[in-house]
């Protein structure tokens, strides 16, 4: 009884949530998702796809072999903005990353950003965070990505390992850097020649999507693109 009456009220919660306005809190108007069309129009773009040589291209220089790279919009402490993520993140809204994901998509497929990418990999989360979430965000902007897109998408190849004893030995904050070897590929042959695309929700330092990207390493071919929703000021 009481799971049923806490499943009934998330989902109320939900429902009543999801018709505001992620951002100001607004509600929405007809023809409106997820943020109003006033919040639509200030979302901080970078508008990095429009420009080789972008930041975020260039905090993955070397480290890759870089195809294009581009983060949607910039966020920051106290941003209204960062309210997106948040309840993305921890608020239960996985719609989100699936709207936001597909507005994402259709403006920066014209300017060709997505020419040549064959399959869309989503940077998996820590086995027991999706467990406790019940979803990964960045594979919800994904699938946003890929309806419009028609790119498919690939879930499943890439895997995040546990926790090692070694890393768990170390201070926070190497922990924090230590990323190297998280990630284990399944079915390499699958991306052998192919141009893949990781997408996730935030950038900060890359080096989670550089220790991702790592994993095709081996693979003859490979070309990589990165697509994140947000990316911290810099
Ligand atoms: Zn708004």
């Known amino acids: 009884m009481e799971n049923t009456l806490k499943t009934w009220f998330l989902s109320f919660l939900h429902l009543f949530f999801s018709r505001q306005c992620a951002v100001c809190g607004t509600p929405l108007q007809e023809g409106e998702e997820a943020i109003c069309l006033k919040c639509n129009m200030n979302l901080p ?21 870089l195809e294009r790279a581009t983060s949607y919009f910039f966020y920051h402490k106290g941003s209204d903005f960062r309210r997106i993520l948040h309840q993305l993140k921890y608020g239960g809204r996985k719609d989100l990353g699936e709207t936001m994901g597909r507005f994402m998509a259709a403006e920066l497929t014209v300017s060709g950003f997505f020419h040549s990418v064959d399959v869309i990999v989503p940077i998996p989360l820590h086995p027991r965070k999706q467990r406790m979430r019940g979803y990964n965000q960045s594979e919800c902007i994904a699938k946003g990505v890929a309806a419009v897109t028609g790119i498919s998408l690939d879930a499943a190849s890439v895997m995040r390992r546990k926790h090692t004893e070694t890393q768990t030995s170390k201070s926070a904050y190497e922990r924090w850097e230590n990323v190297d070897g998280i990630f284990h590929l399944r079915h390499p042959e699958r991306f052998v020649g192919k141009h893949i695309l990781l997408v996730d929700d935030v950038l900060t330092t890359g080096a989670t999507t550089t220790a991702c990207a790592d994993v095709f390493r081996d693979v003859e071919g ?3 693109s990165v697509l994140t929703l947000a990316v911290a000021n810099f």
């Open 45 to 65: 773009r970078t508008d990095y796809h429009l420009r080789t040589d972008n930041p975020v291209e260039r905090m993955f220089w070397g480290k890759l072999p």
């Open 222 to 224: 490979v070309r990589i």
